[in-house]
T-cell receptor
Framework: EAGVTQFPSHSVIEKGQTVTLRCDPI?????LYWYRRVMGKEIKFLLH????????ESGMPNNRFLAERTGGTYSTLKVQPAELEDSGVYFC???????????FGQGTRLTVV | AQSVTQPDIHITVSEGASLELRCNYS??????LFWYVQSPGQGLQLLLK????DTLVQGIKGFEAEFKRSQSSFNLRKPSVHWSDAAEYFC?????????WGAGTKLIIKP
């Protein structure tokens, strides 16, 4: 069974450009989470989907970030326009239900220059 | 404020030696507690979790952790480390996976 996969694994973009990160959860997992780790700091929760609905997006830093999960399958996280402080590793995780084990992808390392 | 502190940014131990990684937290209620590991090039993997019950929790790869409510701690231990344990370890607390994370501890294994 495939785990959580994230694309791309690395992305280097210029300030002001747009980047879209993708997460494919484990098949059948209704719950999908995005987290971010800015260099040298803690991992921070961004948002939680249940199927295609945003259950909690309290961690989204600002309106330059847009997450979608059309059809309740894969999810995308778009940053537009990217700023230098958006650099970090973006993790996606999925679980069958809240408070059950969440499985993480390997992360996307985003570098904004 | 809710927070998780992992006081050691790096820890170096010899292969075969015992290991303890520290984690202290500040949280309004009794939280769910987790330890994750990230090996180079890999995603975060759950080592163990505490929800309730026995305060000594056994995890994968020979790890265990003990929840001490009076000390607000959830330290991770392993009696004998292997070179493959070299990785970054994260303590996290929370519920419904709206987790609050520590900054991580990088474990370096000396041959």
């Amino acid at each position: 069974e495939a785990g959580v996969t994230q694309f791309p694994s690395h992305s280097v973009i210029e300030k002001g450009q747009t980047v879209t990160l993708r997460c494919d959860p484990i098949s059948g997992h209704d719950n999908l989470y995005w987290y971010r780790r800015v260099m040298g700091k803690e991992i921070k929760f961004l948002l939680h989907f249940v199927k295609e609905s945003k259950q909690d997006e309290s961690g989204m830093p600002n309106n330059r970030f847009l997450a979608e999960r059309t059809g309740g399958t894969y999810s995308t996280l778009k940053v537009q326009p990217a700023e230098l402080e958006d650099s970090g590793v973006y993790f996606c995780a999925s679980s069958q239900a809240p408070n059950t084990e969440a499985f993480f992808g390997q992360g996307t390392r985003l570098t904004v220059v | 404020a809710q927070s998780v502190t992992q006081p050691d940014i790096h820890i170096t131990v010899s292969e075969g030696a015992s290991l303890e990684l520290r984690c202290n937290y500040s949280y309004g209620a009794t939280p769910y507690l987790f330890w994750y590991v990230q090996s180079p090039g890999q995603g975060l993997q759950l080592l163990l979790k505490y929800f309730s019950g026995d305060t000594l929790v056994q995890g994968i790869k020979g790890f265990e952790a003990e929840f001490k409510r009076s000390q607000s701690s959830f330290n991770l231990r392993k009696p004998s480390v292997h070179w493959s344990d070299a990785a970054e370890y994260f303590c996290a607390v929370g519920s419904n996976y709206q987790l609050i994370w520590g900054a991580g501890t990088k474990l370096i294994i000396k041959p």
